[in-house]
């Protein structure tokens, strides 16, 4: 048996499991079992070795392990970017003009505590019928203005290669479809997902890309370099989409190092995403001022390949959030600010 598919088996899914690998105090026991008992829970085997077993606050562990604060809040929507409104049939969202999500999976290698999506999964392994799918399919087959599908989820890889080239053959069919982007957070909780098969059937329908999901340099680990070269050796390029998260990664310093490693193992910085205000998350919900100070921090501190865009999305689609340099015109001029608050005025004549 493949080696990913014996870390699901072997996955962490019971209060009984997780008490074996973390130290858990009585009554964190009992709020645990509260929650998970109405949100899915599930980490996998690797994920869960990068815990600081005796740390409550691991950035790993705060983004596996369940808080009562899932369950206690009284802030947040379940569904804040009201995407069952943008959803003209099962399984597909549809926002913007050109492109559409395509939700092929409800189920993932461990279960963010921060998910957008917590309110389709409470339990782990749910599956999406061949019919729900094949009508998906058969909408963005009849949409002709559709030319990129992102398939989402849940996580697409938890698929077996065979349903997954199913999907993907089936989409390459469709003459208006010009690009497959492929949404999955494996790369970073269960690497070893990324096997030569995977990547030599994926190979064969480009353009592919991938965005992934890192969101603290602990979890850019050997393992995930090797995932990462196999699907760059067979040309799929790869971004990452991390998560501002209180607790985790909101300093300048942990993401100036996320994004900068993040580079050197070839994934390009793409977007930092606000977190939203969903119901049972918001204690991961950072000021918008501290994710334009770590933006403006990161712009002339470091690399320009190594920042990623500060945006948050909304119904209506992403809203950049980041930092202004420009200051308008004077006169015969435009005036900017440097990343060190340098003023420059550049000639700029009036039409």
């Known amino acids: 048996m493949e080696e990913w598919k014996e870390q699901l088996q072997n996955g962490i899914h019971t209060l009984e499991q997780l008490s074996q690998i ?6 964190e026991k009992e709020e645990i079992q509260r929650v998970i ?6 980490i996998s085997p690797y994920y869960a070795s990068l815990i600081d077993k005796n740390n409550k606050a691991c950035p790993i562990r705060l983004q596996a392990i369940p808080s009562i604060k899932e369950i206690t809040g009284t802030y947040g929507e379940k569904d804040p970017l009201m995407e069952t409104n ?3 049939i099962p399984l597909v969202i549809h926002v913007y003009p050109d492109r559409v999500a395509f939700l092929i ?3 993932c290698a461990m279960y963010c505590r921060h998910c957008l999506r917590k309110y389709t999964v409470k339990t782990h392994c749910q599956h999406y019928s061949d019919e729900e799918i094949n009508q998906a399919i058969k909408y963005i087959a009849d949409t ?16 077996s290669d065979d349903k997954l080239e199913w999907i993907i053959s089936s989409l390459r069919k469709i003459p208006h479809v010009e690009i497959i982007r492929i949404g999955t957070r494996m790369i970073c909780t269960l690497p070893s997902r990324i096997t030569d098969n995977l990547c030599q059937m994926l190979k064969k329908y480009h353009p592919i890309w991938i965005n992934t999901q890192f969101n603290h340099p602990k979890e850019l680990t050997s ?4 995932a ?3 699907l760059l050796e067979v040309g799929i390029p790869l971004g990452n989409q991390s998560v501002l998260l209180k607790g985790v990664n909101d300093s300048i310093e942990i993401m100036k190092q996320l994004v900068q490693k993040l580079v050197y193992l070839r994934i390009r910085p793409y977007y930092i995403y606000q977190a939203q205000t969903l119901y049972g998350t918001t204690h991961f919900i950072t000021p918008i001022e501290q994710g334009i100070d770590i933006i403006n921090n990161l712009r002339g501190y470091t690399s320009g390949i190594c920042e990623p865009k500060y945006v948050l999305d909304t119904p209506y689609g992403k809203v950049p959030l980041n930092p202004t340099y420009s200051l308008g015109r004077a006169g015969q001029y435009y005036v900017m600010k440097t990343y ?3 003023i420059w005025k550049e000639y700029n004549p009036l039409y």
């Open 340 to 342: 060190d608050d340098r």
């Open 105 to 107: 999976s409800n189920s």
């Open 22 to 27: 973390i130290n858990l105090l009585p009554e």
């Open 223 to 226: 393992v995930v370099a090797i």
């Open 37 to 42: 008992s109405e949100n899915a829970f599930f």
């Open 86 to 88: 943008c959803s003209p």
């Open 144 to 159: 002709p203005s559709i030319r990129d599908v992102l398939l989402t989820g849940g996580d697409p890889l938890m698929l």
């Open 228 to 230: 990462v070269n196999k």
